[in-house]
């Protein structure tokens, strides 16, 4: 039987409260076709009151306050009608715990259901923590219920309660229902419980609970209690189906189980049936498995959907299906665990459902497996290609590259060099030593910058170079030089300017006056000092015999010039106080053509300065030797000779250097070319150059080498008369008992001062005893090759030194055992000089491997500066203070000579006070 319908009830929430809506927000009309689903919840609050709607007519708009929220209803005479798929939900339930109570207060039935929409929307009617009572209906209808009238809809009922309801018909073949009428509906009740509910019919067709007239009823978990005992039946069949289904929690299922079908009186359930349509069934409940949930009394698990996983069993709820984190995905509903992006693919994406929200990486990024965002590349790696892919290393592309610039490393451009190395085209290279920079990331070789001082061929060398004249080099990426210089280490000069002890002087600033005036003064002062020299009367040459003023001359002298030259000739920068005691030293070398800018009034190379020294010198000595054999007189040769010898080693060591500097070149890196070292005006390569290299060759055999071997050959063709036999005359004078040496030593030296035929060669062999006469060509071979010979060994290097260190030592071991001078004080003075030789060449050496350490002169050298200082002003102090004592001395031996003279016992007492007093010397 079905009963036409003709009442309606409608549930809907509103947005916002009374206060904020002064208008009721109403319900569409029935003939409406939209509905919209998302106002299709409605909370429904426990403080909730039905108004007195007894006198209410259909179509009547009654508000429900509750907490805040209004339930708009439409009223009709029989009671509310729910027409439309919704869910009606006690808010409140979980947090009181108790049902939100929907009241008819007696008047009619409380809910009349029957799903009338027809905008398309599907879905059931859900009735969640109801408690419905108050329902009171009897009518003289066929049909009727005081509860709840189900037609033709789907209804879920879930956490209720249904309670003191009551519906009577006096129709004779009418059907009744206390709680719920069902007629044509699918409905399931969870957890629904029936109590004091009552129905009557004339006939007997009526269940006090349920009356099922036709369609499906599916029960988990409900409870029917109370009644009257006239009216036990709790459900009455007529034609529904009826599936028992046990109460599995929310995150489990129902597995249908086989039973035996229960009696109709059971005791606990009265059912009734005039059809035997209904069926018992019973379950086990198995918790729904990863990747889905199930709410309460849910017969199925239900998928997670897409963008979600869910790794455990058991979800409860769609709260139990979480959110694929960035850089995860799940294109599929049911997922386990979301698919992380591929490498090279990065995503942000919450819940992505896609694969397309993996991005793919841009260049200069990349990404392992499930990335939230492409990284940028490790330092030292570049990717250049878009996509999946490793980063790239930059060594594999620039040797050595283990950095990248500040910017997205998206090509192998991008790659650069650490501190302290530079870029060169394909390769990180150790930065120089010195003189550049190198505190910074990404250098290349034209943009490393040079120190002042320091300088290379171009921008794209790496070969630093040190100038010698560090003012000259200002540095710079470009290597640019001081104004006036150019060319190779800024050593050349720019026209205008003439190169004038190591500097570019403006020739506008007196540079030609000066030029010729210096030169016209360097002539005077030779001449002067030759003239000086050769005109000694016979009366000093006897003080010359005693051996300590030329002795003095050549010490210094030559010491002085050895120290000038290791600057230049060791390629070390000393300190402000030793270094600018060698430049004023310098003067003693003779080298006038380096102190005056002499390029202002002509282009004098290396190549001149070589014939003007080695050519002049040449033709004066030639021109001296045959004016001495043609012109003068004996006296006046040997005069003429004596100065000649004089000048000779006055200019020995600078014209040995001249000589010596034409070999040594330098190679510049690239295509920049080799050039001269002392001059870099001459290129090696050239057939000058080739030229004048083998005249050079030739001049070391007239000069360095020759005019020492003639001073030797004269000598040893003089040795029996420069040397009357002092062995002998020293034995003489021991087999008298006379064992003063000073004796001997003075009887063999007037023996050869009385021979007229050596008197041209006095300059190379008086300050020594007579049986060393050869020792002046030692030492002119000693200062010719610590002041050249050097050169042509590598500059600062070690081989240098270490050659430099041997020939001082030598030469103070054989002054130390020989003592070839004539006079005590000279060999002392010579052995000072050694001894402060020695420990130059040591300080040299200090400071250079200062300088190599720190890149320039050190501040350490600064305490090497003060004892190489020190060690000169010494030295003086010591040589004249010998010298002061020895001159004593001889005044003191004469005094007695000439009592000799007068003394009858001159030949004894006199010579043993003599030989006291050189004792005493000797201490």
């Given at each position: 039987m079905r009963v036409p319908s003709f009442l309606l009830l409608v549930f809907l929430p509103l947005c916002a409260t009374l206060s904020h809506s002064p208008d009721p927000l109403l319900l569409p009309s029935r003939n409406q076709s939209q509905f919209d689903r998302s106002l299709s919840t409605i909370p429904v609050s426990t403080s909730a009151v039905r108004s007195t709607v007894s006198t209410a007519a259909a179509g009547d708009t009654v508000l429900w306050e509750a907490a805040g929220e209004v339930l708009v209803q439409n009223w009709v005479a029989d009671g509310w009608w729910l027409k439309r798929p919704l869910t009606l939900q006690c808010s409140d339930k979980e947090a009181t715990g108790e049902r939100c109570t929907v009241d008819a207060r007696g008047s009619r039935m409380v809910l009349w259901i029957e799903n009338t929409d027809t905008s398309g929307v599907t879905g059931p009617i859900e009735l969640i923590g109801l408690k419905i009572t108050g329902g009171g209906y009897s009518t003289s209808a066929t049909t009727t219920t005081g509860g709840i009238l189900i037609l033709n809809s789907d209804v879920v009922m879930t956490d209720c309660e249904i309670t003191s309801n009551s519906g009577s018909t006096t129709h004779p073949g009418g059907s009744a229902a206390g709680a719920i009428y069902i007629e044509a509906s699918n409905v399931e009740l969870n957890q629904v419980s029936f109590s004091d509910n009552l129905a009557t019919s004339p006939a007997g067709f009526h269940?006090?609970?349920?009356?099922?007239?036709?369609?499906?009823?599916?029960?988990?978990?409900?409870?029917?209690?109370?009644?009257?005992?006239?009216?036990?039946?709790?459900?009455?069949?007529?034609?529904?189906?009826?599936?028992?289904?046990?109460?599995?929690?929310?995150?489990?299922?129902?597995?249908?189980?086989?039973?035996?079908?229960?009696?109709?009186?059971?005791?606990?359930?009265?059912?009734?049936?005039?059809?035997?349509?209904?069926?018992?069934?019973?379950?086990?409940?198995?918790?729904?498995?990863?990747?889905?949930?199930?709410?309460?009394?849910?017969?199925?698990?239900?998928?997670?959907?897409?963008?979600?996983?869910?790794?455990?069993?058991?979800?409860?709820?769609?709260?139990?299906?979480?959110?694929?984190?960035?850089?995860?995905?799940?294109?599929?509903?049911?997922?386990?665990?979301?698919?992380?992006?591929?490498?090279?693919?990065?995503?942000?994406?919450?819940?992505?459902?896609?694969?397309?929200?993996?991005?793919?990486?841009?260049?200069?990024?990349?990404?392992?497996?499930?990335?939230?965002?492409?990284?940028?590349?490790?330092?030292?790696?570049?990717?250049?290609?878009?996509?999946?892919?490793?980063?790239?290393?930059?060594?594999?592309?620039?040797?050595?590259?283990?950095?990248?610039?500040?910017?997205?490393?998206?090509?192998?451009?991008?790659?650069?060099?650490?501190?302290?190395?530079?870029?060169?085209?394909?390769?990180?290279?150790?930065?120089?030593?010195?003189?550049?920079?190198?505190?910074?990331?990404?250098?290349?070789?034209?943009?490393?910058?040079?120190?002042?001082?320091?300088?290379?061929?171009?921008?794209?060398?790496?070969?630093?170079?040190?100038?010698?004249?560090?003012?000259?080099?200002?540095?710079?990426?470009?290597?640019?030089?001081?104004?006036?210089?150019?060319?190779?280490?800024?050593?050349?000069?720019?026209?205008?300017?003439?190169?004038?002890?190591?500097?570019?002087?403006?020739?506008?600033?007196?540079?030609?006056?000066?030029?010729?005036?210096?030169?016209?003064?360097?002539?005077?002062?030779?001449?002067?000092?030759?003239?000086?020299?050769?005109?000694?009367?016979?009366?000093?040459?006897?003080?010359?015999?005693?051996?300590?003023?030329?002795?003095?001359?050549?010490?210094?002298?030559?010491?002085?010039?050895?120290?000038?030259?290791?600057?230049?000739?060791?390629?070390?920068?000393?300190?402000?106080?030793?270094?600018?005691?060698?430049?004023?030293?310098?003067?003693?070398?003779?080298?006038?053509?380096?102190?005056?800018?002499?390029?202002?009034?002509?282009?004098?190379?290396?190549?001149?300065?070589?014939?003007?020294?080695?050519?002049?010198?040449?033709?004066?000595?030639?021109?001296?030797?045959?004016?001495?054999?043609?012109?003068?007189?004996?006296?006046?040769?040997?005069?003429?000779?004596?100065?000649?010898?004089?000048?000779?080693?006055?200019?020995?060591?600078?014209?040995?250097?001249?000589?010596?500097?034409?070999?040594?070149?330098?190679?510049?890196?690239?295509?920049?070319?080799?050039?001269?070292?002392?001059?870099?005006?001459?290129?090696?390569?050239?057939?000058?150059?080739?030229?004048?290299?083998?005249?050079?060759?030739?001049?070391?055999?007239?000069?360095?080498?020759?005019?020492?071997?003639?001073?030797?050959?004269?000598?040893?063709?003089?040795?029996?008369?420069?040397?009357p036999g002092q062995g002998e005359i020293e034995k003489k004078h021991l087999m008298r008992h006379d064992s003063s040496r000073h004796n001997a030593l003075k009887e063999t030296i007037g023996l050869r001062d009385e021979n007229e035929d050596i008197k041209h060669l006095r300059f190379l062999y008086e300050s020594y005893e007579p049986k060393y006469w050869w020792y002046e060509v030692l030492e002119v071979y000693r200062k010719i090759v610590l002041t050249g010979g050097l050169r042509l060994l590598e500059r600062g290097g070690g081989t240098q030194y270490g050659v430099a260190l041997l020939i001082c030592a030598l030469s103070l071991r054989t002054i130390a055992a020989k003592k070839p001078y004539v006079t005590h004080a000279a060999n002392r003075v010579s052995e000072i000089a050694s001894w402060g030789l020695m420990l130059t060449m040591i300080g040299a050496m200090v400071t250079a491997w200062n300088e190599r350490a720190d890149g320039k002169y050190s501040e350490k050298s600064g305490l090497t500066d003060a004892l190489l200082v020190f060690v000169q002003v010494g030295g003086i102090l010591l040589a004249v203070a010998i010298a002061v004592y020895e001159r004593n001395v001889l005044v003191q031996e004469r005094a007695l000579e000439d009592q000799e003279r007068l003394s009858d016992k001159a030949k004894v007492v006199p010579a043993e006070k003599i030989e006291m007093v050189r004792s005493g010397s000797k201490t």
């Open positions: 269940g006090r609970d349920i009356f099922g007239n036709t369609g499906v009823v599916v029960m988990r978990g409900c409870n029917f209690e109370g009644g009257l005992e006239s009216q036990p039946t709790n459900i009455f069949l007529a034609g529904a189906q009826v599936t028992f289904k046990s109460s599995c929690e929310a995150g489990d299922v129902g597995v249908p189980i086989s039973l035996e079908l229960p009696t109709l009186n059971d005791g606990t359930l009265n059912i009734v049936g005039t059809v035997a349509s209904y069926a018992q069934d019973s379950s086990s409940c198995e918790q729904c498995y990863p990747g889905s949930y199930s709410s309460p009394f849910a017969q199925h698990c239900t998928l997670c959907p897409t963008g979600k996983f869910n790794e455990l069993p058991g979800g409860t709820s769609i709260a139990a299906c979480l959110n694929c984190t960035a850089g995860y995905f799940s294109a599929t509903s049911g997922t386990v665990t979301c698919e992380g992006c591929p490498a090279g693919t990065s995503s942000a994406i919450i819940a992505a459902s896609t694969s397309f929200a993996c991005s793919t990486c841009p260049t200069g990024k990349t990404s392992d497996t499930a990335a939230s965002a492409c990284s940028r590349c490790d330092n030292g790696f570049f990717k250049s290609a878009v996509g999946n892919g490793a980063c790239d290393r930059c060594d594999l592309v620039v040797a050595g590259s283990t950095a990248t610039r500040d910017v997205l490393p998206a090509s192998e451009d991008t790659c650069i060099c650490w501190f302290g190395e530079v870029l060169a085209i394909d390769r990180c290279l150790d930065c120089p030593p010195e003189g550049t920079e190198c505190a910074e990331t990404g250098l290349t070789l034209e943009s490393m910058k040079l120190l002042p001082g320091f300088w290379r061929t171009s921008p794209s060398s790496i070969d630093v170079l040190k100038c010698s004249n560090e003012a000259a080099c200002i540095g710079n990426e470009n290597s640019t030089c001081f104004t006036g210089h150019r060319g190779p280490l800024c050593e050349l000069c720019e026209d205008g300017f003439a190169l004038t002890a190591g500097a570019c002087l403006s020739c506008e600033d007196g540079g030609v006056s000066t030029a010729i005036g210096g030169v016209v003064v360097t002539l005077l002062i030779l001449s002067l000092a030759a003239w000086c020299f050769s005109r000694r009367r016979v009366e000093q040459l006897k003080s010359l015999a005693d051996g300590n003023g030329l002795s003095f001359t050549k010490t210094g002298l030559g010491y002085v010039q050895i120290i000038a030259t290791l600057s230049s000739t060791l390629l070390v920068e000393f300190g402000p106080y030793f270094g600018g005691l060698t430049k004023i030293l310098a003067a003693f070398n003779l080298d006038f053509v380096s102190f005056l800018p002499l390029g202002c009034v002509t282009n004098m190379d290396h190549h001149s300065r070589l014939l003007m020294y080695t050519l002049v010198v040449a033709v004066f000595d030639l021109f001296c030797i045959v004016v001495r054999q043609k012109m003068l007189s004996r006296k006046a040769g040997q005069m003429l000779l004596t100065a000649v010898f004089f000048i000779n080693s006055l200019l020995l060591p600078q014209i040995s250097m001249t000589i010596f500097d034409t070999f040594p070149c330098q190679k510049f890196d690239g295509d920049y070319g080799s050039f001269l070292v002392i001059d870099k005006t001459i290129d090696c390569t050239s057939a000058a150059h080739g030229t004048m290299r083998a005249y050079a060759l030739s001049m070391i055999f007239v000069f360095p080498v020759g005019m020492p071997l003639f001073s030797l050959f004269l000598l040893r063709k003089n040795s029996h008369k420069l040397d």
